[in-house]
């Protein structure tokens, strides 16, 4: 190559690189995006000879590219790259690009910086790039080259000289101002907001609301800072709650990110929009509207009970504090899909709670922790003659805080949130009686002087006592009259809304209203709400407002009581028959219930639960699709995740098929082939596959195979091996795989996820070292995912083991893992105090909790066992107690406050349905049961129990199928 030529690929390099710069217009602004010098240098061609004229043939230019591109398993080195060639120094100073590459194969380079480590610093920049002293041109060169990536879940810092890290939003505009911050509209540029743990990023460019507070330097506030993280990855979530989607920290600038809303409830309620919102006018849109009130009670009682402190399992109690309707954003409002979302909830107070000796431990203990002191507060402080609110809304400004936030020393925790939400609600109430003009004369109302003390607050205080203002209750009384007057059910579902929120919820003084928690506020309004469909049951007519003490009744069946007297007046759940084609072997359910699968050695059904639901007992609903295993080959068995559907076969080698459930738009009726073709992973020197299982989202597969060992037998030991699902149909066809981490029983593995390139994957591990074994291969029972996808378990049972003395044991193991490092998170051995049944497993079922981890087993079909591996305690660690019947199958609610039962009285073979609190687990003899069913036998190995999702009067469903091809939907609380 001749230096001519060497300049103009520099030159057109440049060219290419400027054309595909965002905000090009603007020099201070405008940067490359994430991703982009990959894809332009990958695209040039001549560069294998373009490196060797620079670094005079001395390296394999092969080496040079992978390593520049990522290919060698390394972030690659792009970015600075690129960074050196804008600094046009021509051979010398790109030259220097060499103290990056390796100069033999094995061998480390000189530097051992890459793409991930910038920006560097001035003096390092000085030091690496001496050559015409152009590091300090490096150092300013580079922020351009380094934008900010966003990152799902997780805290971005940008301090420092990294705060010149160009910023990837492309428009920005204000929308809101509020006591701590200012909300934006921002547009972030393609690929510059990743997730990690799903491997994708966001391939056009897309709108979000920001969120910026400037923080408060004044001391370190590391507890604070600790529990926004803890909120950031929360590992279960609530449908009502606007979670932050990440934050960035920038200088003295904290922003957090959220997806953008329709509008506010103030702004829906009192219809200030461009298009005028109508108040709902037949029954049906009243009811949407109201239940729309109790999902956000369902949410509040989730943020103040189930928020999860994930590094020691313990609770995180989040108090408000500035519940309003300015607070609460509408999501597809007007739409079928409409939904109400708690947000600002980060900015609040949190309160720790935990029995766990590492929280006891803590510095935090079990104090209360103000997050807003993180941030510097933009309104006059309270106290002052301005302050009236935790906001700057004028309109709705101090309207809805309780009356101990006005008194002297008063105190705000969870009760007050309750205040609030009973202020909201009375203004939903009116919006369903007359719509926003309704809304807007409740808020004059309220203004009439009272006393000495105007205003439109929902409560007065008179020489610092507080009482609710009397316009209020006047208001309600109002309500009352006009819906009695408007439809007599409408007249009694205001009179029981409103006398509950008057006697439960607006009370003056907070010491009095401890009793009104935010999970009582959604199962009372839960009951009003189902008097919309159907009028009002003589049976509920009657009841008292407040339950009345039953010491006959444990607390849980006097909260269900109602419900299950309801269900329990069918007899029995009759069965429906499902058209299956043949006799098959297991079945399985995808993670929300929306798809069930049969299947057998030679064929695959799968049915859509909402095609089956509908339909008349009698009716013989047929699948959807069908999938045939490849050639001659058998199915091994096959997984459901809620994007694709994983068949693997019995071969004599590792093979899989990979179906894409996410490119069906519906399920037909009829019986078809599945029409896209499948994404088949083959590895010929793999062992066969004999469990396999994909996470819930997808973003995770692992497989049970036997161990491959020299001098040893093939199917006497088991290895599991966990893979990112994306690597694996990057692998897809005949080329070497790379799992993520192997796992094993003995000790916990900190293997780091593989960076494997889908141009050169790195080769299968054959030879893994070996630890004390999981067991035979031919003990695996099975092998699943949690919910959320953190947690892996195996279950293993011999179909015979025996002791030291030859006699039959029964012995199982339950080995729980990590999913994020591979650590082992529970280890059970279970044991049954006097088994009954000398020829059934001693482990029946194994069923894992959603948001601890916890594990629910029952053993001899009689025995239940909690584990809670998190305590040391061995008292606490297991608890176990026998039970007065035959249990089959256990099915825990997303919340786990309940558990759903299968089984018989262990006299006659009549299946029954039964429920129990999971407080009173390890203590209930005798569950509650819920209904009769017409099924004879169930097995957890191959049949299938689960939940489905709510209807829209809160109704769910226990939904059982068999895979003798039948099926059942049973009315649960």
């Given at each position: 190559?001749?230096?001519?030529?060497?300049?103009?690929?520099c030159?057109?390099?440049?060219?290419?690189?400027?054309?595909r710069f965002?905000?090009?217009?603007?020099?201070n602004?405008?940067?490359?995006?994430?991703?982009?010098?990959?894809?332009?240098?990958?695209?040039?061609?001549?560069?294998?000879?373009?490196?060797?004229?620079?670094?005079?043939?001395?390296?394999?230019?092969?080496?040079?590219?992978?390593?520049?591109?990522?290919?060698?398993?390394?972030?690659?080195?792009?970015?600075?790259?690129?960074?050196?060639?804008?600094?046009?120094?021509g051979?010398?100073?790109?030259?220097?690009?060499?103290?990056?590459?390796?100069?033999?194969?094995?061998?480390?380079p000189?530097?051992?910086?890459?793409?991930?480590?910038?920006?560097?610093?001035?003096?390092?920049?000085?030091?690496?790039f001496?050559?015409?002293?152009?590091?300090?041109?490096f150092?300013?060169?580079?922020?351009?080259?380094?934008?900010?990536?966003?990152?799902?879940?997780?805290?971005?810092?940008?301090?420092?000289?990294?705060a010149?890290?160009?910023?990837?939003?492309?428009?920005?505009?204000?929308?809101?101002?509020?006591?701590?911050?200012?909300?934006?509209?921002?547009?972030?540029e393609?690929?510059?907001?990743?997730?990690?743990?799903?491997?994708?990023?966001?391939?056009?460019?897309?709108a979000?609301a920001?969120?910026?507070?400037?923080?408060?330097?004044?001391?370190?506030?590391?507890?604070?800072?600790?529990?926004?993280?803890e909120?950031?990855?929360?590992?279960?979530?609530?449908?009502?709650?606007?979670y932050?989607?990440?934050?960035?920290?920038?200088?003295?600038?904290?922003?957090?990110?959220?997806?953008?809303?329709?509008c506010?409830?103030?702004?829906?309620?009192?219809?200030?929009?461009?298009?005028?919102i109508t108040?709902?006018?037949?029954?049906?849109?009243?009811?949407?509207?109201f239940?729309?009130?109790?999902?956000?009670?369902?949410?509040?009682a989730?943020?103040?009970?189930?928020?999860?402190?994930?590094?020691?399992?313990?609770?995180?109690?989040?108090?408000?504090?500035?519940?309003?309707?300015?607070?609460?954003?509408?999501?597809?409002?007007?739409?079928?899909?409409e939904?109400?979302?708690?947000?600002?909830?980060?900015?609040?107070?949190?309160?720790?709670?935990t029995?766990?000796?590492?929280?006891?431990?803590?510095?935090?203990?079990?104090?209360?922790?103000?997050?807003?002191?993180?941030?510097?507060?933009k309104?006059?402080?309270k106290?002052?003659?301005?302050?009236?609110?935790?906001?700057?809304?004028?309109?709705?400004?101090?309207v809805?805080?309780p009356?101990?936030?006005?008194?002297?020393?008063?105190?705000?925790?969870?009760?007050?949130?309750?205040?609030?939400?009973?202020?909201?609600?009375?203004?939903?109430?009116?919006?369903?009686?007359?719509?926003?003009?309704?809304?807007?004369?409740?808020?004059?109302?309220?203004?009439?002087?009272?006393?000495?003390?105007?205003?439109?607050?929902?409560?007065?205080i008179?020489?610092?006592?507080?009482s609710?203002?009397?316009?209020?209750?006047?208001?309600?009384?109002?309500?009352?009259e006009?819906?009695?007057?408007?439809?007599?059910?409408?007249?009694?579902?205001?009179?029981?809304?409103?006398?509950?929120?008057?006697?439960?919820?607006?009370?003056?003084?907070?010491?009095?209203?401890?009793?009104?928690?935010?999970?009582?506020?959604?199962?009372?309004?839960?009951?009003?709400?189902?008097?919309?469909?159907?009028?009002?049951?003589?049976?509920?007519?009657?009841?008292?407002?407040?339950?009345t003490?039953?010491?006959?009744l444990?607390?849980?069946?006097?909260?269900?009581?109602?419900?299950?007297?309801?269900m329990?007046?069918?007899?029995?759940?009759?069965?429906?028959?499902?058209?299956?084609?043949?006799?098959?072997?297991?079945?399985?359910?995808?993670?929300?219930?929306?798809l069930?699968?049969?299947?057998?050695?030679?064929?695959?059904?799968?049915?859509?639960?909402?095609?089956?639901?509908?339909?008349?007992?009698?009716?013989?609903p047929?699948?959807?699709?069908?999938?045939?295993?490849?050639?001659?080959?058998?199915?091994?068995?096959?997984?459901?995740?809620?994007?694709?559907?994983?068949?693997?076969?019995?071969?004599?080698?590792?093979?899989?098929?990979f179906?894409?459930l996410?490119?069906?738009?519906?399920?037909?009726?009829?019986?078809?082939?599945?029409?896209?073709?499948?994404?088949?992973?083959?590895?010929?020197?793999?062992?066969?596959?004999?469990?396999?299982?994909?996470?819930?989202?997808?973003?995770f597969?692992?497989c049970?195979?036997?161990?491959?060992?020299?001098?040893?037998?093939?199917?006497?030991?088991?290895?599991?091996?966990?893979?990112?699902?994306?690597?694996?149909?990057?692998?897809?066809?005949?080329?070497?795989?790379?799992?993520?981490?192997?796992?094993?029983?003995?000790?916990?593995?900190?293997?780091?996820?593989?960076?494997?390139?889908?141009?050169?994957?790195?080769?299968?591990?054959?030879?893994?070292?070996?630890?004390?074994?999981?067991?035979?291969?031919?003990?695996?029972?099975?092998?699943?995912?949690?919910?959320?996808?953190?947690v892996?378990?195996?279950?293993?049972?011999?179909?015979?083991?025996?002791?030291?003395?030859?006699?039959?044991?029964?012995?199982?193991?339950v080995?729980?893992?990590?999913?994020?490092?591979?650590?082992?998170?529970?280890?059970?051995?279970?044991?049954?105090?006097?088994?009954?049944?000398?020829?059934?497993?001693?482990?029946?079922?194994?069923?894992?909790?959603?948001?601890?981890?916890?594990?629910?087993?029952?053993?001899?079909?009689?025995?239940?066992?909690?584990?809670?591996?998190?305590f040391?305690?061995?008292?606490?660690?297991?608890?176990?107690?026998?039970?007065?019947?035959?249990?089959?199958?256990?099915?825990?609610?997303?919340?786990?406050?309940?558990?759903?039962l299968?089984?018989?009285?262990?006299?006659?073979?009549?299946?029954?349905a039964?429920s129990?609190?999971?407080?009173?687990?390890?203590?209930?003899?005798?569950?509650?049961?819920?209904?009769?069913?017409?099924?004879?036998?169930?097995?957890?190995?191959?049949d299938?129990?689960?939940?489905?999702?709510?209807?829209?009067?809160?109704?769910?469903?226990?939904?059982?199928?068999?895979?003798?091809?039948?099926f059942?939907?049973?009315?649960?609380p």
């Amino acid at each position: 190559m001749l230096p001519e030529e060497f300049d103009q690929i520099c030159e057109r390099l440049i060219a290419k690189i400027k054309s595909r710069f965002s905000l090009k217009d603007f020099p201070n602004r405008c940067f490359l995006p994430h991703g982009s010098a990959k894809f332009i240098l990958a695209d040039e061609n001549g560069l294998d000879r373009f490196f060797a004229f620079l670094f005079d043939n001395q390296i394999d230019t092969k080496r040079v590219l992978n390593r520049l591109l990522g290919l060698d398993k390394g972030p690659g080195l792009c970015n600075i790259f690129v960074t050196l060639l804008f600094l046009r120094g021509g051979k010398p100073v790109l030259k220097q690009f060499i103290q990056f590459i390796p100069r033999a194969p094995n061998a480390k380079p000189q530097s051992p910086f890459t793409d991930e480590n910038l920006p560097i610093d001035k003096a390092t920049a000085k030091t690496l790039f001496p050559i015409y002293d152009r590091g300090a041109d490096f150092f300013d060169e580079q922020f351009k080259f380094c934008p900010v990536v966003l990152k799902k879940h997780e805290e971005v810092v940008c301090n420092d000289y990294r705060a010149s890290c160009r910023l990837p939003y492309l428009e920005q505009s204000f929308l809101n101002s509020g006591a701590y911050g200012r909300v934006f509209k921002v547009e972030v540029e393609r690929g510059h907001f990743v997730s990690e743990r799903e491997g994708s990023s966001n391939p056009l460019s897309r709108a979000y609301a920001r969120k910026d507070f400037e923080l408060n330097r004044e001391k370190d506030f590391q507890d604070e800072r600790r529990i926004i993280r803890e909120i950031l990855r929360q590992p279960k979530r609530h449908e009502n709650v606007m979670y932050a989607l990440c934050s960035l920290e920038c200088q003295d600038t904290f922003s957090l990110f959220f997806e953008l809303a329709d509008c506010n409830l103030g702004e829906y309620l009192s219809s200030d929009l461009e298009t005028e919102i109508t108040g709902p006018t037949t029954l049906e849109e009243k009811h949407a509207i109201f239940r729309r009130g109790v999902e956000l009670a369902g949410a509040l009682a989730f943020l103040h009970d189930d928020l999860i402190l994930q590094s020691d399992f313990g609770k995180l109690c989040c108090y408000h504090l500035d519940l309003k309707p300015q607070n609460i954003l509408v999501v597809d409002a007007r739409k079928p899909s409409e939904k109400w979302m708690i947000t600002d909830f980060g900015v609040s107070r949190v309160k720790l709670r935990t029995e766990t000796a590492a929280m006891q431990r803590a510095p935090t203990g079990f104090g209360d922790i103000h997050l807003d002191r993180l941030f510097k507060r933009k309104t006059p402080e309270k106290g002052s003659a301005q302050h009236s609110s935790l906001t700057q809304d004028k309109r709705w400004e101090g309207v809805y805080l309780p009356p101990e936030t006005a008194i002297e020393d008063g105190r705000v925790g969870a009760e007050s949130d309750v205040w609030s939400f009973g202020c909201v609600f009375s203004v939903v109430m009116t919006f369903i009686d007359s719509g926003p003009q309704g809304v807007r004369e409740f808020d004059d109302f309220r203004k009439h002087s009272i006393g000495s003390h105007p205003g439109n607050q929902f409560y007065v205080i008179d020489r610092n006592k507080p009482s609710v203002n009397p316009n209020v209750i006047d208001w309600f009384r109002k309500l009352e009259e006009s819906s009695r007057k408007r439809d007599p059910i409408e007249g009694i579902i205001f009179h029981r809304t409103l006398k509950f929120l008057e006697n439960s919820v607006l009370i003056a003084k907070r010491e009095d209203r401890k009793a009104a928690k935010a999970s009582l506020l959604q199962e009372e309004l839960g009951k009003i709400s189902s008097q919309f469909i159907g009028g009002l049951p003589n049976t509920l007519r009657n009841l008292p407002s407040k339950p009345t003490k039953d010491t006959n009744l444990p607390s849980f069946r006097k909260r269900m009581g109602y419900r299950v007297r309801q269900m329990l007046t069918h007899s029995s759940i009759p069965i429906q028959k499902l058209g299956i084609s043949q006799s098959m072997s297991s079945t399985l359910v995808s993670p929300r219930g929306q798809l069930l699968a049969f299947s057998s050695p030679t064929l695959i059904e799968l049915f859509s639960v909402q095609n089956i639901i509908p339909g008349a007992v009698n009716a013989l609903p047929t699948p959807s699709y069908y999938f045939d295993p490849p050639g001659k080959c058998q199915w091994e068995g096959c997984c459901l995740a809620s994007n694709y559907l994983v068949a693997y076969t019995k071969t004599n080698h590792f093979e899989c098929q990979f179906y894409s459930l996410g490119s069906v738009d519906s399920f037909p009726i009829s019986k078809e082939k599945f029409p896209d073709n499948p994404t088949t992973v083959r590895q010929r020197t793999a062992s066969p596959i004999r469990k396999m299982a994909i996470s819930p989202d997808g973003v995770f597969t692992a497989c049970a195979i036997a161990t491959r060992i020299e001098g040893s037998h093939p199917h006497n030991s088991i290895e599991v091996y966990l893979f990112l699902t994306q690597d694996l149909l990057l692998s897809a066809g005949d080329e070497p795989l790379s799992p993520i981490m192997s796992l094993d029983s003995a000790e916990s593995s900190r293997l780091s996820f593989s960076n494997t390139s889908s141009l050169l994957p790195p080769a299968w591990k054959n030879h893994l070292t070996q630890r004390p074994r999981l067991g035979p291969i031919d003990a695996v029972r099975a092998l699943t995912f949690s919910i959320d996808g953190r947690v892996l378990s195996l279950i293993t049972e011999p179909n015979q083991a025996f002791d030291t003395m030859g006699r039959l044991e029964h012995k199982a193991t339950v080995t729980c893992w990590n999913t994020e490092n591979g650590k082992i998170q529970a280890f059970v051995q279970p044991k049954s105090e006097g088994l009954q049944d000398s020829t059934a497993s001693l482990l029946t079922t194994c069923s894992l909790f959603n948001t601890r981890p916890d594990l629910l087993l029952i053993l001899q079909h009689n025995s239940i066992d909690h584990h809670q591996p998190q305590f040391q305690d061995p008292a606490k660690k297991r608890r176990g107690h026998r039970v007065d019947c035959r249990l089959y199958e256990a099915v825990i609610d997303d919340d786990d406050n309940t558990i759903f039962l299968l089984g018989d009285n262990g006299q006659t073979k009549v299946m029954r349905a039964y429920s129990v609190p999971t407080s009173e687990i390890t203590k209930c003899e005798k569950p509650l049961k819920l209904a009769e069913l017409d099924l004879r036998s169930f097995e957890a190995t191959r049949d299938s129990a689960w939940l489905s999702g709510r209807e829209d009067n809160g109704q769910r469903k226990l939904l059982v199928a068999t895979a003798k091809g039948e099926f059942l939907a049973i009315p649960v609380p």
